[in-house]
């Protein structure tokens, strides 16, 4: 089950969907959902529907929201390989992301080791 997604989800990102440059991911970005080798687990991750990230110009980003609280940090996303870093100020949080963005919708896929090669999470453009 849990090659399948991720097949399935590489396979949307090689289509016409992906974020063709930064300024496609610049702005503010809500958590629509969150899922675990396939298991929905937004009720872990977003328990109060409070979630965000905002993505700014100069490369940085801030993010808040229960239970993790705020974050700040900064982002980089390289086109050809759609793939989002985001290492956070605090120095213990980096990851990378496999991004597929479609409109107002923001897909990413975690890259890495344990649950971080594992996580789906899907963002929603905020108005």
């Known amino acids: 089950m849990k090659s399948a997604i991720i097949f399935l989800f590489i396979a949307l990102v090689s289509l016409n969907g992906q ?10 970005w809500a958590m629509e959902s969150a899922a675990d ?18 993505f700014q110009s100069n490369g940085s980003f801030k993010s808040d929201g229960r239970p993790f609280g705020r974050d700040a940090g ?24 496999l991004v597929h963005f479609d ?9 890495g080791e344990g649950n971080k090669a594992t996580m789906i999470v ?4 905020m108005p």
Do not use: C
């Open 19 to 28: 974020a063709q440059t930064n300024e496609d991911l610049i702005g503010e």
């Open 74 to 97: 900064q982002w980089t996303y390289d086109d050809a390989s759609h793939t989002l870093a985001l290492k956070s100020n605090s120095g213990d949080n980096e990851s990378k992301w």
């Open 103 to 111: 409109g107002d919708k923001l897909s990413w896929r975690g890259l």
């Open 122 to 125: 899907t963002y929603m453009r």
């Open 37 to 54: 080798v396939g298991e929905d687990v937004t009720a872990q991750q977003d328990p109060h529907n409070e979630r965000w990230i905002e």
